[in-house]
């Protein structure tokens, strides 16, 4: 399963991908010199980044679901580079431990979607 994120311009969540988090862009579409779709990979993981503009042009029937409404729900081992994105990123929930025992940090991408990032080991967490 590989989710498929909606933003406004898929240029703008690149680098929260890409320099923040280590994908690489492997497939793209462009029209006119701007990029439409961007299939990002990262090991084993994949994610999607499709353009509204694409979607009201190609499956106008879902317009209605092309808003910022996909949260996306990352395990990672450490929280760290998370925190350098929320130096740049909007900071949604901050840094913070569950009492089911994981730490957490919700960040809000470039496209308007939440990105929830949750460390079992991470040792710097906040109380």
Do not use: C
Request: no cysteine; aromatic share 8%.
């Amino acid at each position: 399963m590989t989710p498929l994120l909606y933003v406004d311009q898929v240029e703008n969540s690149l680098p929260f991908w890409i320099d923040g988090l280590g994908f690489e862009k492997v497939m793209g579409v462009e029209d006119e010199g701007k990029l439409l779709f961007a299939l990002l990979r990262k090991g084993e993981q994949e994610l999607m980044l499709n353009s509204r503009q694409l979607i009201l042009r190609e499956s106008p029937l879902v317009a209605d679901f092309a808003k910022p409404n996909a949260p996306v729900y990352v395990d990672v081992g450490s929280l760290s580079r998370v925190r350098e994105l929320a130096k740049k990123y909007d900071v949604v929930v901050p840094e913070h431990k569950t009492g089911y025992g994981t730490n957490e940090m919700i960040l809000l991408e470039p496209g308007g979607n939440l990105v929830w990032f949750a460390s079992q080991e991470d040792t710097e967490a906040v109380a």
